[in-house]
């Protein structure tokens, strides 16, 4: 609604524009994305790029593809973010951790080199288009999140490597589009993601442990984007009770979807060819 469908068609003609009809979710829109992409151009490789990102490196994309020529098993590339004043927005995901490591840190190049790792950020990442219809993509049934840990983690119990390359850095302005939304909106959807991402990657004590803290998050939360610890930093939940509701919606929903995934690929082009007679050249 802010034009700027409009604005790329008119101003980049060689870029194909996929305007969706509703908000899908990011990992059902980037399914679409990759299937018409996969079709019309059968391309080797594929990078995920949040609508967020800052390019700030000429041969990044050249970078990250040299990372994934090194071994034929590995499947994904991530590399550092940073925030808009320079600060890490995140590295990536260690062994037993979901955060992120480096978050908020002052860029002392400590995060600057090349490694195997549990999961990279989903913001900006490359991965080898050949694996996608036996493994998938992001599946759809997360729509707000951790789908970048999910995807990795898949990944890696099927033996491939997912690599960090913090050689190559980006800006990420960071939560750009949720900020739009109620943050009852995003406490919902997060909540139900990062719990089903509990149950099928983790012991049951960090299932636990998240319905904890989600239960905490319903009546205090830390704000955004300020590392120091402090009683003036907590913001207080007036919708406290609703928040509990959705705790409660997300437990129920997780429990139920925590087996079932939905990211084959071929679906999605099924879904395209039936829906629209011209699949090439593409615009809803």
């Given amino acids: ?34 299937a018409y992409c996969i079709k019309r151009y059968k391309p080797k490789y594929l990078v995920i790029l949040n609508n967020d990102i800052v390019i700030i490196e000429k041969n990044w994309l050249s970078k990250l593809v040299k990372s994934a020529e090194v071994d034929q098993k590995i499947a994904i590339v991530g590399c550092k973010t940073l925030q808009p004043d320079g600060r890490l927005d995140g590295a990536y995901y260690d062994v037993i951790s979901t955060k ?99 149950l099928r990657h983790y012991p049951k004590s960090f299932f636990i442990k998240e319905v904890l803290d989600g239960l905490l998050r319903c009546f205090i939360t830390r704000r955004e984007l300020i590392s120091k610890k402090y009683f003036g930093n907590l913001i207080f939940h007036y919708d406290f009770l609703l928040r509990i509701f959705y705790l409660l919606w997300s437990i129920k929903e997780a429990l139920l979807w925590h087996n079932k995934y939905s990211y084959s690929i071929e679906r999605w082009y099924s879904f395209l060819e039936e829906k629209y007679e011209n699949f090439d050249g593409l615009s809803i």
């Fill in 1 to 34: 609604t802010d034009g700027s469908v409009e604005f790329v068609k008119k101003n980049f003609k060689k870029v194909d524009v996929l305007a969706l009809d509703k908000n899908y979710g990011f990992s059902k829109e980037s399914n679409i994305g990759v």
């Fill in 100 to 198: 992120h490591l480096g978050f908020l840190e002052e860029d002392k190049t400590q995060y600057s080199f090349e490694k195997d790792v549990m999961a990279i950020g989903g913001a900006c990442f490359l991965i080898r288009t050949n694996l996608i219809k036996n493994y998938g993509l992001l599946d759809e049934i997360f729509f707000y999140g951790p789908d970048d840990i999910d995807i990795c983690l898949r990944y890696k119990k099927n033996g491939f490597r997912v690599v960090y390359n913090g050689n190559v850095q980006v800006i990420h302005i960071g939560g750009f589009s949720h900020k739009k939304v109620k943050s009852i909106f995003v406490f919902k959807f997060l909540r139900r993601g990062r719990l089903i991402l509990f």
